[in-house]
């Protein structure tokens, strides 16, 4: 999702009239003080941070699909026609002519 130029220039505006809101608060209330609330502020910005940060990692992991059952017992290989090359087992890897044809790696896979 693209921010339109407005809507950056809109982003830029709010956050230099926070920025001076703030600034003028400070200077209100004195240095002491403002020095007091920007820690207070501080500290529940970085709670919020890291609520925000145990929750994206909460949904990241329900996200992920568990992994794939495996076959209990394997396929058995095909038979192979003049041409084709068969491949079965674990790891196994199919040639068709030298090695400068196609190679397919898998279990039960025929190069056609």
Known sequence: ???SRSGRWAGVLAGGVLLAGVGVVFVVV???RADKIASSAGFFVGVAGLVV???G???ARRATPPPPPQSPEPTPPKPSAPGQAPASGERSVAIKGD???PIVTGDNNEVQ
């Open 57 to 59: 990692v909460i949904l």
């Open 30 to 32: 004195g240095l002491d």
């Open 99 to 101: 090695n400068s044809a």
């Open 1 to 3: 999702m693209a921010i």
């Open 53 to 55: 940060a145990v929750y």
